[in-house]
């Protein structure tokens, strides 16, 4: 995610709640609910950046919003955050018996 123009981390923080049902499947929340937390925390931080709410839509509006020229450090952040919430996911699909691979 290092090179991760922010069109692409509109892309991915939107694609957050359907990656999430995908790889969670019918996991119940006790045997994920590290990586729930983790998400959460993401999420919050990735809302405080670009001053929105936590909602995945919104943090993805709030960036592609932003016109480019703005972008600091919190691009870097956003970007580390994006990497460690595929992170998550990844975990996640781990976890669950259902999922092929």
Do not use: C, H, K
């Amino acid at each position: 995610m290092s090179d991760s123009s922010p069109a692409d981390l509109a892309i991915m923080f939107r694609s957050v709640p359907r990656r999430l049902r995908e790889a969670r499947g019918e996991l119940a929340d006790e045997l994920i609910g590290p990586q729930l937390s983790s998400i959460g925390r993401r999420l919050t931080r990735a809302g405080e950046l670009v001053r929105t709410t936590a909602d995945p839509a919104s943090i993805a509006d709030a960036i592609e919003s932003a016109p480019a020229d703005t972008w600091g450090p919190e691009l870097d952040e956003l970007r580390t955050l994006a990497f460690d919430l595929a992170r998550d996911l990844r975990a996640i699909a781990a976890a669950n018996p259902d999922l092929d691979g």
